[in-house]
């Protein structure tokens, strides 16, 4: 079973500055050509956690997304985070994305808004999960405060073998990131990786990056990296996770639910 190399690209985002942070990231996914098979960027990773979506979002066929479709296929690897996004109808959303250098993109609508921010008066909430089947593996896709919600989050009959949490998650409530994403890897018996931003954004909110890859045990796997830019590669086993899941097979015993929307 194929091994997987998985970038965390975490960094201090230009406030609501696209061109700046486009620039940043091209040469941040320069530098890993050829030593990944995907990158994952923070949430909102050209714009930071902003809530002027008129004059931010794009549709799916505009710059952002062409211009990380272009640096997939060049650089050959996936690049996953979120961007803020814009429908035909007025509609606006913290979108996730999955973008492969086979040209195929993959989206994800936030689907907890973070009140405390007042990102749901803002944003419309997204309403479907995301599994994308990549290199052999189920890759699933959340977005920061999603990551409180571990129904929403709960991997019925190993759906997915990875979960990305991309997030713009503050300093201030660190320890709660680190938990939860140890108890989201170890509950759903699969690899989770998280990637925040660093610095302080345009509201005065400090972040300290911590971005982490966690084993389906909750063991970390990444070196703790705060307060700084970093982009660290580690690979991961499907064979490990397959032994694990063969040996502790408490995904048998799990509940069966369904989900109002």
């Known amino acids: 079973m194929e091994n997987l190399r998985v970038s965390l690209v975490q960094n201090d985002i230009a406030w609501e500055d696209k061109v700046e942070n486009l620039k940043t990231y091209h040469e941040l996914l320069r530098g890993i050509a050829g030593k990944t098979d995907l990158a994952v960027l923070p949430e909102m990773f050209s714009t930071g956690f902003s809530m002027q979506s008129k004059h931010l979002a794009e549709t799916n066929d505009e710059n952002t997304i062409a211009t990380l479709q272009n640096l997939s296929i060049v650089f050959d690897f996936a690049i996953a985070g979120s961007f803020l996004a814009k429908d035909n109808s007025g509609n606006f959303y913290n979108r996730g994305f999955f973008i492969t250098p086979e040209g195929d993109n993959y989206f994800y609508d936030k689907r907890h808004l973070f009140r405390m921010g007042n990102e749901h008066e803002v944003f419309t909430a997204g309403k479907k999960q995301l599994i994308v089947s990549y290199k052999g593996w189920n890759i699933s896709l959340i977005i920061c405060y999603d990551l409180r ?54 509201n005065g909110l400090k972040h300290k990056g911590n971005s982490l890859l966690i084993d389906f045990r909750g063991e970390v796997l990444s070196e703790y990296i705060p307060n700084k830019i970093a982009v660290n590669t580690y690979s991961i086993s499907r064979e490990q996770l397959e032994k694990f899941r063969q040996k502790f097979p408490a995904w048998k015993d799990a509940d069966k639910f369904s989900i109002s929307l």
Do not use: H, S
Not at 163 to 186: D, F, G, H, Y
């Open 149 to 202: 919600f571990p129904v929403w989050n709960r991997n019925v009959d190993n759906a997915y073998d990875l979960l990305l949490c991309v997030a713009n998650w503050p300093e201030a409530r660190n320890n709660v990131w680190e938990i939860l994403l140890k108890a989201c890897a170890i509950e759903n018996q699969a690899y989770v990786c998280g990637v925040n931003r660093t610095g302080v954004d345009g």
